[in-house]
């Protein structure tokens, strides 16, 4: 029986734009831009940022020393954010719809402090933070660790009291994803920014019909 569906953040919960990112990490002095950011797993001083190696002072601090100017923090937040295409309405609200059909939903992401900043104020456009969608948040910045590593999988199956087999997990990287199917949960690995909500749905009318067909028989 499936009890919990856990979602990636980034071109699974929200339209993500790297080439957008690119653009504002130029713009606001950071020349190689593209070549140290990263779709979908950051390295350097991102990724230390991401896994909690690094505050947001320090990453601040460090993205000065390579842009060669003194950065400010409304800086570092306004480039990250460019991550941030837009959040679809019809996610969030299928989202909701799945909290109030019972189902425990929890959001697993590499994400870091500057775009929390954001989601935890205003995440859709009407004034709810992003908890307001999920039951639990597992953020690797938090947490210590990025996927696709097994120990932030670890936390969540922890975290929700829930065996892998009860759960769903819904990200659009294939290296997190395979992390996730060896742990013996069931997935589903979108295209970046492309509509799950459809292929979720049917998964869990399938799961669903065949839960009604062994209870049938047994009875």
């Known amino acids: 029986m499936i009890k919990n569906i856990a979602f990636d953040l980034g071109g699974v919960v929200l339209a993500l734009s790297y080439e957008q990112a690119v653009e504002r990490f130029e713009k606001i002095g950071l020349k190689d831009a593209r070549s140290r950011l990263d779709a979908f797993e950051q390295t350097g001083i991102f990724g230390e940022l991401e896994s909690g190696s690094i505050t947001a002072e320090d990453f601040r601090r460090e993205l000065s020393?390579?842009?060669?100017?003194?950065?400010?923090?409304?800086e570092?937040?306004?480039?990250?954010?460019?991550?941030?295409?837009?959040?679809?309405?019809?996610n969030l609200e299928t989202i909701l719809s799945l909290r109030a059909r019972g189902y425990k939903v929890?959001?697993?992401?590499?994400?870091?402090p500057f775009i929390m900043q954001w989601?935890?104020?205003?995440?859709?456009g009407?004034?709810?933070p992003i908890g307001y969608y999920f039951d639990a948040l597992y953020l690797s910045f938090e947490c210590k660790v990025m996927k696709p590593r097994r120990e932030i999988f670890e936390m969540m199956l922890n975290g929700?009291?829930?065996l892998p087999e009860e759960t769903v997990f819904i990200d659009d990287g294939p290296r997190n994803v395979a992390t996730a199917a060896a742990m013996g949960m069931h997935t589903l690995c979108p295209h970046?920014?492309?509509?799950?909500?459809?292929?979720l749905e049917a998964f869990l009318h399938r799961q669903n019909e065949g839960e009604d067909i062994v209870r049938q028989s047994s009875e």
């Open 65 to 74: 020393i390579l842009v060669g100017r003194e950065l400010r923090m409304d």
């Open 76 to 90: 570092c937040c306004w480039a990250w954010h460019g991550y941030v295409d837009y959040v679809p309405k019809h």
């Open 106 to 112: 929890c959001l697993l992401s590499n994400t870091n």
């Open 119 to 124: 989601a935890n104020k205003d995440f859709d």
């Open 126 to 128: 009407e004034g709810h």
């Open 160 to 162: 929700l009291q829930s």
């Open 192 to 199: 970046n920014n492309e509509d799950w909500t459809e292929a």
